[in-house]
């Protein structure tokens, strides 16, 4: 996902939420602009503050790393063109 957002211009990071340190997570939480959640639980623990900055993206259980799978980048453009952030295909 980050790759694609990269592609249109966006500045994207690609971390996962319990995989780093509670500092890390604060200034990342405080440098997006937007935070992209592949699912719901793993907003658990995101402080109510960056809430408004919270979208979930679900793409199902995660059976996709593999590759860049067409389905999954199928689901993706349909989230990022719902929240104004892809115009164009992959």
Known sequence: MAWMLKQ???DAV???MRCMGKDTREMMLKWADVIVLLHEKCGEGVAEEYWPKLKIWPIGRDTYFRGFDPVLIDILQIHM???GLCNSVF
Do not use: E, K, T
């Open 14 to 16: 690609a971390v996962g």
């Open 81 to 83: 063109r719902r929240d």
């Open 8 to 10: 249109l211009g966006h």
